[in-house]
């Protein structure tokens, strides 16, 4: 059994910084690329950002050069650091992590998060 959980979101004002957790929790042996996705009411989910196993990084336009994406392996955390917070920001926050399971069958597949909110308002 795997399960993620995602942190750290809440009110901020224009122009502020959050700093968002996926962790993996269970029966994980590895993660592969991890993505970040937002939905904000009324709208379709809207993807953010991805890391791969690697480290290598990509951004939706909207995000890039104020989201970072970053990963822990050995705490089996991935993080994304939000700055310059705007209002349209503002949607439910949530992580889709490839995993491979440490116990048979060694199933890899994908798993999703809760969902943390954020909102961005004055």
């Known amino acids: 059994q795997v399960q993620l959980v995602e942190s750290g979101g809440g009110l901020v004002q224009p122009g502020g910084s959050l700093r968002l957790s996926c962790a993996a929790s269970g029966s994980v042996l590895s993660i592969g690329a991890v993505n970040w996705y937002r939905q904000a009411p009324g709208k379709e989910r809207e993807w953010v950002a991805v890391i791969s196993a690697g480290g290598s990084t990509n951004y939706a336009d909207s995000v890039r050069g104020r989201f970072t994406i970053s990963r822990d392996n050995a705490k089996n955390t991935v993080y994304l650091q939000m700055i310059s917070l705007k209002p349209e920001d503002t949607a439910v926050y949530s992580c889709?992590?490839?995993?491979?399971?440490?116990?048979?069958?060694?199933?890899?597949?994908?798993?999703w998060g809760q969902g943390t909110q954020v909102t961005v308002s004055s």
């Open positions: 889709n992590a490839i995993v491979k399971e440490s116990r048979p069958p060694y199933r890899t597949a994908h798993y």
